[in-house]
């Protein structure tokens, strides 16, 4: 077990780890290095299922500003029925325009091509540098490149061609053991920075080779998505291009019909393996050391929730994260902050099972024991607002030098 | 010229500078070190107004958590005739509960004991950590002990005491020239982290010896307030403390009656006083180097605040700002992320008057001559959306290790 290691996801007990670049049966990937990023890290990835009855389901960002390769999939995809993918890192093809729309086209035309598969059943997908033109003779010849590399055994290759800042892999391949046979499920994710989901965050690829209605899919991961990356914040920062897509070819011959076991077993599946997927993203926050879990309960849903990304979100709360200073006066500012208009509010505050706060007045508590637990790489912060029934939970890093110092000479 | 040495607020033509510690005829200040702050440094400030005819007006913060003195300033006082304002720092006595309340009573009591004022008539401020008891024995030797300290020439004093995290004072003393005689308006203020406004922020004090009705300070101040304190935010998080409080003490026998042209002019320095002292906020901005100022026009006023929210408190515009990065896909990344479901969005961007962006796409543009502006003390952005009629401002700092190093450590 190294994928499920921390302690706020566990593993489902019909769940299992498998190792190494495998693919479900019926996808081939590759990545390679194309020279779009100055660092000569791999920066094309292409990721094909060869079964024509494949079904998908894709989320993308609820920005104002989407990217051309997002307002293409939305505009000019089959989003049931996706056969390839196509990404590049070291662009995100974003703030380009019309000229930018005509660059993420011929991606699609390009892919479609060495893919063999009809264009409209193409998903393009770019991260990276904002308002860049895309260098399209080496995205061109990157493709090829990839078309040739296409392999069962590509999860790896493909997983590093998608990243940008990220410092280590996000990906999992999961054996599920569903009451009508056993399916595999792999996922490939970047993001590290520019974190703080609306609808769907970042990019995320999941592949299965069990067979589910198009409809089943969407609803699926719909749900997942929404425990999993809209339930996390590096920095606050909405991005321009986040997509998440699940493609399933069937070729396990396990149907996944609706309102089954079946259905049940799958969901609860692709739910750890997204929310995980999420909290590593969270753990890889650009530069971070620490990951924070709030978990915020009360009476309105609209409260807790506010409560919660303003703490998850508070530059103070993640900088105190960071330093270890068991500093709960910045706890309370901020759910304060978040809910004007309530003064004076009954907030209760544990930190790590520490009680500090009841009824918004501090509770003398083990001064020692709190630095102690707020020293470790995870923190859990449990917030009380009057009343009963809401709940939910936001993870968020820290904000530290490192992120500084990514983040202050990015372009340059 | 010291006060509006930068080139985004001007004095007004009818304002000079005045030097010195002198407060305006009617007032004596005073600062001390109780021992509160471990560093030693003054903690305990006293402010109070001689004359009975005094006319004043605050603004509070309008948090959901509202620290105690905020609580009994709100509910226990005649904001409309504070003589005496008594404030604490090193300790915000906030998250305190009742005893914190008692505590505050306590305060303004003890104030209003030595500036021989009935106790409705003295204002109580804190400002610190949250979540601690205030020493109740060192803040009342502190009290005494500024009670023997009061003098004209206080204003410096006062200053020192309510600071906690500020690296430098902010505090003006104006000669204002108004039709019907000259007045003197002096203020000080406090504030460097915790800083995004909703009704009012920080600590702030303003003395004049004009003779205004409360009802016309309350107008001005509030307009002012407006203008000010809530156009900057150095960390997007609003202070449980936040209060701003205007007194007149009319000692100069120039009356400012509404709706003439000496409120016009006491209006436009006290305009100028309060933006020039929120712009001394940002640029003291835990540990800031570098201050922004976004400024956004469209035609929704509600997209224009959103947008200029956005990019002031984005984790990114501020690292990239600090690192005097060109960045500017960070720019309409937070624009976008403010303004979800209206993509395609045609944003227009220009830093520093070098147009890079239109109509939501890249213009190419001297990217030497970019980079030389945006590595300046000072960065303007403008962002046009579409439409016309609406305009905000926002200033803010940038995010840099220094901040980290300030926050990542503050109780400890």
Chains 1, 2 share one sequence.
Not at 253 to 262: K, S
Request: net charge negative; glycine share 12%; hydrophobic share 45%.
């Amino acid at each position: 077990m190294t994928f499920f290691a921390g302690r706020w996801v566990p593993a489902p007990d019909h769940v299992s780890e498998l190792g190494g670049n495998g693919l479900p049966a019926g996808f081939r990937a590759s990545g390679v290095a194309a020279q779009i990023k100055e660092s000569g890290a791999p920066d094309v990835g292409l990721l094909v299922c060869d079964s024509p009855e494949v079904t998908s389901a894709a989320r993308f960002t609820a920005s104002g500003i989407q990217a051309p390769p997002v307002l293409l999939c939305r505009e000019r995809c089959r989003l049931d029925a996706l056969r390839a993918v196509v990404v590049n890192a070291g662009n995100a093809n974003a703030a380009t325009g019309r000229p930018g729309l005509d660059n993420a086209a011929k991606m699609q035309g390009s892919a479609a091509m060495v893919a063999r598969v009809p264009e409209d059943q193409v998903a393009v997908c770019s991260t990276g540098v904002i308002g860049v033109p895309l260098p399209m003779d080496k995205i061109n010849r990157g493709i090829l490149a990839a078309a040739h590399g296409l392999d069962a055994e590509g999860a790896g290759a493909f997983a590093a061609a998608i990243q940008t800042t990220d410092a280590f892999d996000k990906r999992a391949a999961l054996e599920v053991r569903l009451p009508s046979g056993t399916v595999t499920i792999t996922a490939q994710a970047k993001g590290a920075g520019m974190i703080s989901p609306g609808f769907a965050t970042l990019l995320v690829f999941v592949q299965s080779d069990a067979a589910l209605a198009a409809q089943t899919g969407d609803l699926l991961l719909g749900v997942c998505v929404k425990r999993s990356f809209e339930r996390v914040s590096v920095d606050g920062q909405l991005s321009t291009n986040d997509t998440v897509i699940l493609q399933c070819s069937g070729e396990s011959g396990v149907r996944v019909e609706p309102e089954t076991d079946d259905e049940l077993r799958f969901g609860e599946a692709l739910d750890a393996l997204m929310r995980q997927l999420a909290l590593m993203v969270v753990r890889d926050g650009e530069g971070a050391r620490r990951v924070g879990r709030v978990l915020v309960r009360g009476g309105a849903p609209e409260a807790v929730e506010a409560a919660a990304r303003s703490v998850a979100n508070s530059q103070l709360v993640k900088t105190a994260l960071y330093g270890g200073d068991p500093n709960w006066g910045r706890i309370i500012q901020a759910v304060g902050a978040a809910l004007p208009g309530t003064a004076p509010l009954a907030v209760d505050i544990a930190i790590e099972g520490v009680q500090v706060c009841a009824g918004g007045s501090y509770v003398p508590h083990d001064a020692g024991a709190l630095a102690q637990a707020v020293a470790r790489d995870e923190v859990e912060y449990e917030i009380g607002l009057p009343g009963e029934g809401a709940e939910t939970e936001v993870f968020f890093s820290d904000l530290g030098h490192e992120y500084v110092t990514i983040n202050a000479d990015y372009t340059t």
